[in-house]
């Protein structure tokens, strides 16, 4: 069949897990300019072979049909025809086996709209931020951090990472470097199910926030005129986290009404 609508090429994929990569694309065009935090759509077509390590779906995709997701962007804002994702598989799910069968040189659909208002936009420049993700809700404060750290020195910034074990913590090894090279980060993986050889913490994203944790080591203040929180990932975590935020003065960010509190669900 004719793969009409692919517009773009995967120039890389790294499997961090069986279930969790990294995908870069080659976009055909190049895309117009874009906030660190917004998201694009990409897709396949259903006739596209599932992975290997995937299970029967679910819902019966069409084969003449687009799979159409979104995708929060992690590469930095200055790429416009390069753009990496972070991505993990549903096993019973339409489209991503279908990513997770991707090879370098394969085609796919990446949409020409980039969109979202979860970005540092409306955060001024002097309060501090705090990125709390779990899963592949990291991808957006990768493109902030990515675009955004060196121009915000004014601003403290703490990325909370949330997962089971240790080799669930994608870009580990970036954050871990920008936190050793630039003053204003902290950062602060947990795990809830470590093995003997990890030293961080193992708390929930909850008891870090209860236990002081981002004023004992990134001196930044649970306090809505001083900082911005913003959560991405699992529905459950982000809606724990507000509501505990909530006690605290917080209020959520949306188009109509300013808010310090900034929340992206990737799933309900
Ligand atoms: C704004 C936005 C940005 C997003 N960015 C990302 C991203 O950067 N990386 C990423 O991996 N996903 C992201 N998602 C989720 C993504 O759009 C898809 O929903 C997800 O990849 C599943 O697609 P699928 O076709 O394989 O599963 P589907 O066939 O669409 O759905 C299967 C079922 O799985 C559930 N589900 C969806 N996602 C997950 C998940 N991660 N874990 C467990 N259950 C799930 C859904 O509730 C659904 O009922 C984002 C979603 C939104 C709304």
């Not at 982000?238 to 505990?244: A, G, T």
């Amino acid at each position: 069949m004719e793969k009409s609508q692919y517009n773009a090429t995967v120039v890389g994929k790294i499997l961090l897990t069986p279930d969790i990569m990294t995908l870069r694309v080659d976009t055909d065009e190049p895309r117009n300019e874009f906030n660190a935090g917004q998201y694009t759509v990409i897709g396949l077509y259903g006739s596209e072979e599932r992975s290997p390590n995937s299970i029967p779906e679910t819902d019966p995709a069409d084969p003449e049909k687009l799979l159409q997701r979104p995708y929060s962007i992690a590469s930095a804002t200055g790429q416009l025809q390069q753009f990496e994702f972070y991505i993990s598989q549903v096993k019973s799910g339409q489209l991503t086996p279908r990513l997770f069968n991707l090879e370098p040189g394969d085609r796919i659909f990446v949409s020409k709209r980039i969109v979202g208002v979860f970005t540092l936009a409306d955060t001024p420049e002097n309060q501090d931020i705090v990125m709390i993700a779990t899963g592949t809700g990291m991808a957006p404060y990768i493109s902030f951090l990515r675009s955004y750290l060196i121009s915000r020195p004014e601003s403290n910034m703490a990325v909370i990472q949330g997962a089971a074990k240790q080799w669930d913590l994608g870009y580990y090894s970036e954050l871990s470097f920008l936190e050793n090279t630039f003053k204003n980060l902290f950062y602060i993986p947990t795990l809830t199910d470590a093995d003997k050889t990890w030293t961080g913490h193992q708390l929930w994203i909850e008891q870090i926030l209860e236990k002081n944790v981002l004023k004992d080591e990134a001196g930044i203040e649970i306090d809505p005129d001083k900082t911005h929180f913003f959560l991405c990932g699992n529905p459950k975590m982000v809606d724990n986290v507000s509501e505990w935020l909530a006690q605290k003065g917080y209020t959520k960010h949306t188009r109509r009404e300013a808010g310090a509190l900034h929340v992206e669900e990737f799933w309900s």
